[in-house]
């Protein structure tokens, strides 16, 4: 059975890291297995708490605005169309440099979950 979900229908909420999701696919609510795809935003010349996640792997894709991604002691500046993979245990914040909300879709294996995020700073 096909899953889908209709972006106007869902509710952003405020995640531990700061920025605002919108979870487009979720076990929890969507009924599908082991990832999840959110949208974050994080606004103009806002920055995500650092933070790193036990379990789930993350892979960002930039589709809107830039920012400087920080992965431990490295750091590299984003743009639209880049893919970035952030391994478990790896702690890591974004800061949107723009003009514009910086917008990131986030895919986690295994799914999101507030209690596998650890805020560090």
């Not at 229908?9 to 979870?23: A, F, M, N, V, W």
Request: glycine share 8%.
């Amino acid at each position: 059975m096909a899953r889908k979900t209709e972006y106007a229908k869902i509710q952003p909420y405020t995640t531990k890291d700061g920025s605002l999701i919108r979870e487009l696919m979720h076990p929890d609510i969507h009924g599908n297995m082991k990832q999840s795809l959110a949208e974050a935003i994080i606004p103009i010349r806002g920055m995500t708490y650092l933070h790193k996640h036990g379990q789930s792997e993350e892979i960002y894709h930039i589709v809107q605005g830039h920012g400087l991604l920080f992965l431990g002691d490295e750091q590299c500046g984003v743009t639209v169309g880049d893919t970035v993979y952030i391994p478990p245990d790896m702690p890591h914040h974004i800061k949107n440099l723009g003009d514009i909300p910086l917008k990131i879709l986030c895919c986690s294996s295994p799914a999101y979950s507030h209690d596998d995020t650890e805020i560090l700073a």
